[in-house]
């Protein structure tokens, strides 16, 4: 079955990650040691950014792909998980996970614009890229 997601994710040019539809950039996914810093990284992230809706996928520097997830807009996201590095406290296993794996990250993703089509392309790449944070326990 693996094969054949695969075949369907290459054929919509979603897969592999390197393919002409994808775009990248490389992100500290850190916390930040001031205001300054926070706010230099929050730029990074809306320069590389679009409004778009889409499928991002955090790949730290060792090529292990960390988390794929789906945004609308992508931008939102992407800063929603970076300030999750400065909060204090909390129990919520996203945050505690985003705390747990700083570092250098690629960031690639996708504008796609059908709700529908998100989910199942989100769904298939956790399937093959086996993100080490898992949504969904029965992928």
Do not use: C
């Amino acid at each position: 079955m693996k094969k054949d997601v695969e075949d369907l994710l290459k054929k919509k040019g979603y897969f592999p990650l390197t393919s002409p539809l994808w775009n990248s950039f490389n992100f500290a996914q850190v916390v930040p040691n001031n205001n300054h810093e926070r706010q230099t990284n929050i730029e990074l992230i809306e320069s590389n950014l679009s409004n778009k809706k889409g499928i991002y996928v955090y790949v730290n520097s060792e090529e292990e792909t960390l988390y794929v997830g789906k945004g609308s807009p992508i931008k939102s996201r992407i800063k929603s998980h970076y300030n999750k590095l400065s909060k204090v406290n909390s129990n919520n296993k996203r945050v505690i996970f985003f705390q747990s794996n700083q570092g250098t990250v690629t960031v690639f993703w996708l504008e796609i614009g059908e709700k529908e089509e998100r989910e199942l392309v989100e769904h298939l790449l956790s399937f093959l890229l086996k993100p080490k944070y898992l949504k969904w326990r029965a992928i």
